[in-house]
C-alpha cells in the first residue's frame, strides 16, 4: 500500500538502516539465531500470551533485526491510509503502546514533520534501552526527545492522553481480556488510534474484533475500510490484509537467510478518529489482475443503499483514462484514483 509517502520518509528509512547496521556485533551467532527462531514462533501465534516476548539484549537486537524494518513498513502503510482520510490532521502528541525498539515511532516520523511529543511503552527493560539508543542516532529531533517508558501492556493499563495512539504487532501477544482493556485505553486516551497485526487470518480476526470495539467506542473508522458497518468479509473463507515493500539490508538479509533485496511484509489493519475524516471511496483488497485488454479489481466499499459490501470492477480500454489508471494501481489504494493522481 502506498498512497502517500513523504519526502521525508526515504531519509528516515535510510537513518533506521543505518541505526540498526552493527546492532548484531558481538554476539554470538548462535545465540541470535536461536532468538530469531522463538520470535519467528511468536508471530506465527504458538507461545504463551502472559509475558514479555523480548527478554534480553540478545533477544532484543535479533527483533530489531528480525522485524524492525518490516515492521517500520507496514506501520508507515497503515499510516498513509489516515493520511488520505485526514491529509490536513498532524499529530502534535504520539503514544505507542508496546512499541519495543520504536519501529512505529520511526514510522511516525516518516510520515508527518514538525515537533511532536512521542512516548514509548514497553514492558521489557531492553527493548526500551535499545530503541532509546537506536533513537539517539537519528537526525530527527522527536525521535531524539521521545520518552521511553517502562510499563506493563494489559489489564489496569493507563496511557496518557495523545493526539495519536499506536499499538502494532502487540494484540497476539496478549490474553483476550488483556487485549480489549489495551484497545478500550487506547480509544479513550487517542484522538486518533492505528492498530497493526500481522496479515494472517488470526491477525486480521484480532483487528477486526478491535474494529468493532473502536466504533462501539464512538470513533469513526478511517482506514481501511470505506464504512463503519460491519465488515463484509465471511470469517473463516477469507481475511482482510495488505502488503508493503520492505527493503533489506544485508544484515536483515544475513538474520533472515536470505539473498533478495526486498520482501513484502502482509499486514492487517485499522485506523480510526475522533474528529471527521473523509475514508476512500473503495478499497483495493487485493493485487490487481492485469490481463489483455482489460483490469480486474477486488474492491470493498459501499453497495446500493450504503450497505458495505465486496463487489469486482473490470475496467477495460473502452473506459480510456480509468483504464490507464487502474494498470497502475496497487493492493491497498483507494479506487477510483483521486484526479490528482491520474497524471
Not at 508507515?76 to 525498539?101: E, I, K, M, Y
Not at 469513526?220 to 515493500?245: K, M
Request: with cysteine.
Amino acid at each position: 500500500m502506498n498512497a502517500f509517502v513523504p519526502a521525508s520518509a526515504p531519509t528516515t528509512a535510510e537513518s533506521l538502516r543505518s541505526a540498526l547496521g552493527g546492532l548484531l556485533d558481538g554476539l554470538p551467532q548462535k545465540q541470535v539465531t536461536a532468538a530469531v527462531e522463538r520470535l519467528i514462533a511468536n508471530y506465527r501465534g504458538t507461545t504463551p500470551t502472559d509475558s514479555p516476548v523480548l527478554r534480553d539484549r540478545s533477544d532484543v537486537a535479533a527483533y530489531a533485526a528480525y522485524r524492525m524494518p518490516a515492521t517500520f513498513e507496514a506501520v508507515r502503510s497503515a499510516l498513509a491510509g489516515l493520511v488520505v482520510a485526514a491529509p490536513a490532521w498532524a499529530p502534535a502528541s504520539h503514544v505507542d503502546v508496546g512499541g519495543g525498539t520504536g519501529a512505529a515511532a520511526w514510522a511516525v516520523d516518516a510520515t508527518w514533520d514538525g515537533p511532536r511529543e512521542s512516548v514509548v511503552l514497553d514492558w521489557a527493560d531492553p527493548a526500551l534501552t535499545l530503541g532509546r539508543e537506536l533513537a539517539e542516532r537519528s537526525s530527527s529531533p522527536a525521535l531524539r526527545a521521545a520518552e521511553w517508558r517502562r510499563a506493563v501492556i494489559g489489564t489496569g493499563i493507563a496511557l496518557p492522553e495523545a493526539d495519536l495512539v499506536t499499538v502494532s504487532y502487540v494484540l497476539g501477544e496478549l490474553t483476550p481480556q488483556a487485549r480489549q482493556a489495551v484497545v478500550a485505553e487506547s480509544a479513550r486516551a487517542g484522538q486518533a488510534v492505528v492498530l497493526i497485526e500481522p496479515g494472517t487470518p488470526e491477525g486480521y480476526l484480532r483487528v477486526r474484533e478491535a474494529r468493532e470495539q473502536l466504533i462501539a467506542a464512538g470513533m469513526r473508522i478511517a482506514a481501511p475500510c470505506p464504512h463503519d458497518g460491519t465488515c463484509p468479509i465471511e470469517v473463516g473463507q477469507d481475511w482482510c490484509h495488505f502488503s508493503a515493500r520492505v527493503s533489506r539490508s544485508s544484515l536483515h538479509r544475513q538474520v533472515k537467510g536470505g539473498s533478495l533485496a526486498y520482501e513484502d511484509e502482509k499486514f492487517a489493519y485499522v485506523a480510526a478518529t475522533r474528529f471527521p475524516v473523509t475514508p476512500v471511496p473503495s478499497r483495493i483488497t487485493r493485487r490487481p489482475q492485469i490481463r489483455k485488454g482489460l483490469v480486474l479489481l477486488d474492491l470493498c466499499g459501499p453497495e446500493e443503499g450504503d450497505t458495505p459490501g465486496l463487489s469486482r470492477a473490470t475496467v477495460t480500454k473502452r473506459h480510456g483514462d480509468l483504464y490507464k489508471a487502474a494498470r497502475d494501481v496497487d493492493w491497498g489504494q483507494q479506487w477510483p484514483p483521486a484526479d490528482e493522481d491520474r497524471g
